[in-house]
């Protein structure tokens, strides 16, 4: 069983800039694919970022050049850089496993002031 556990969420003024931690348990993370979603108020979850086993990296649109994803597997973390951040970025923020089961976090709130 895997257990991920997000934190680093927060308030923050647009234009300024937040770091997401998440911690996984068990010895499969170093060979998973770890992902990023979020999801506001009234919309579906969304894919945020993804980064592979071998540190291949991947973006939805709407982050590119703000967000960053990273992961340290010594630490069985992977983290979420933002910068810029923007008002449509406020959203519940997932940490996601992609194994054979797909596992996911509690949340962390990230809320974004105009």
């Known amino acids: 069983q895997v257990q991920l556990v997000e934190s680093g969420g927060g308030l923050v003024q647009a234009g300024g800039s937040l770091r997401l931690s998440c911690v996984a348990s068990?010895?499969?993370?170093?060979?998973?694919?770890m992902r990023w979603y979020r999801q506001a108020p009234g919309e579906q979850r969304e894919f945020v970022a993804l980064?592979?086993?071998?540190?291949?990296?991947n973006y939805a649109d709407s982050v590119k050049g703000r967000f960053t994803i990273s992961r340290d597997n010594a630490k069985n973390s992977v983290y979420l850089q933002m910068n810029s951040l923007k008002s449509e970025d406020t959203a519940v923020y997932y940490c996601?496993?992609?194994?054979?089961?797909?596992?996911w976090g509690q949340g962390t709130q990230v809320t974004v002031s105009s």
């Open positions: 068990g010895s499969i993370f170093r060979t998973s694919i």
């Open positions: 980064i592979t086993s071998g540190g291949s990296t």
């Open positions: 996601n496993l992609l194994s054979v089961t797909n596992y």
